[in-house]
């Protein structure tokens, strides 16, 4: 596949990662909140979707641990990822770190992308394939303040997941 100048939308995604996308879902066990996991930490939250109940959703958050790079100062590097999926198929994935060096994958086609970027379900690739976070235009952060949360609050958008969800965003320390 050729990135070089293409913009992902919705439609570049999977019939059936766009049909689960649009299926409206909440946490299986009522309202839980969100509470953001720790630097080496993660969180899976079921979902269901009143649509299909067959369907196993999940919605998984990964902080890992701090790294320290010294520049100036010492300065933590936070790599995060969040993805929504059915079962064991990532729909979605972005990866994301404040020190975008740290973030590097080779496409099947052998594309290597550099920095922030988001796995997206297409076509022939699956979720193996991912583009630049400013190359797509499906999980767009209405703000940015170099964090992973902005995205991560559009993904929940994208994924029409229940705004009952309350979140609560940690310093990841």
Same mark, same amino acid.
């Not at 990135?3 to 996308?21: A, G, V």
């Not at 952060?141 to 965003?169: C, H, M, Q, W």
């Given at each position: 596949m050729d990135i070089d $100048?293409?913009?992902?939308s919705f439609s570049d995604l999977? &019939?059936?990662t766009q049909e689960y996308l649009k299926m409206p879902k909440r946490p299986v066990n009522g309202i839980p909140v969100l509470d953001w996991p720790k630097a080496g930490c993660k969180l899976n939250i079921e979902l269901i979707s009143d649509e299909c109940m067959k369907i196993k959703f999940f919605l &998984?958050?990964? +902080?890992?641990?701090?790294?320290?790079?010294?520049?100036?100062? =010492?300065?933590?590097?936070?790599k995060s990822a969040t993805q929504a999926r059915y =079962?064991? $198929?990532v729909m979605i994935r972005i990866d994301f770190s404040n020190n975008q060096e740290l973030l590097k994958h080779r496409n099947p086609d052998g594309t290597m992308i550099y920095g922030n970027h988001i796995h997206l %379900?297409?076509? %022939?690739?699956?979720?193996?394939f991912a583009v630049p976070?400013?190359?797509q %235009?499906?999980?767009? =952060? +209405?703000y940015e303040n170099g964090t992973i949360y902005p995205f991560f609050e559009s993904l929940l958008r994208v994924d029409s997941i229940s705004d009952k969800l309350i979140r609560n965003y940690s310093?990841?320390?």
């Amino acid at each position: 596949m050729d990135i070089d $100048n293409k913009i992902y939308s919705f439609s570049d995604l999977t &019939d059936k990662t766009q049909e689960y996308l649009k299926m409206p879902k909440r946490p299986v066990n009522g309202i839980p909140v969100l509470d953001w996991p720790k630097a080496g930490c993660k969180l899976n939250i079921e979902l269901i979707s009143d649509e299909c109940m067959k369907i196993k959703f999940f919605l &998984d958050i990964h +902080e890992s641990k701090l790294q320290s790079s010294i520049l100036l100062t =010492a300065q933590p590097d936070r790599k995060s990822a969040t993805q929504a999926r059915y =079962a064991s $198929n990532v729909m979605i994935r972005i990866d994301f770190s404040n020190n975008q060096e740290l973030l590097k994958h080779r496409n099947p086609d052998g594309t290597m992308i550099y920095g922030n970027h988001i796995h997206l %379900d297409v076509p %022939d690739y699956g979720s193996k394939f991912a583009v630049p976070i400013f190359q797509q %235009d499906i999980i767009v =952060a +209405e703000y940015e303040n170099g964090t992973i949360y902005p995205f991560f609050e559009s993904l929940l958008r994208v994924d029409s997941i229940s705004d009952k969800l309350i979140r609560n965003y940690s310093l990841g320390v």
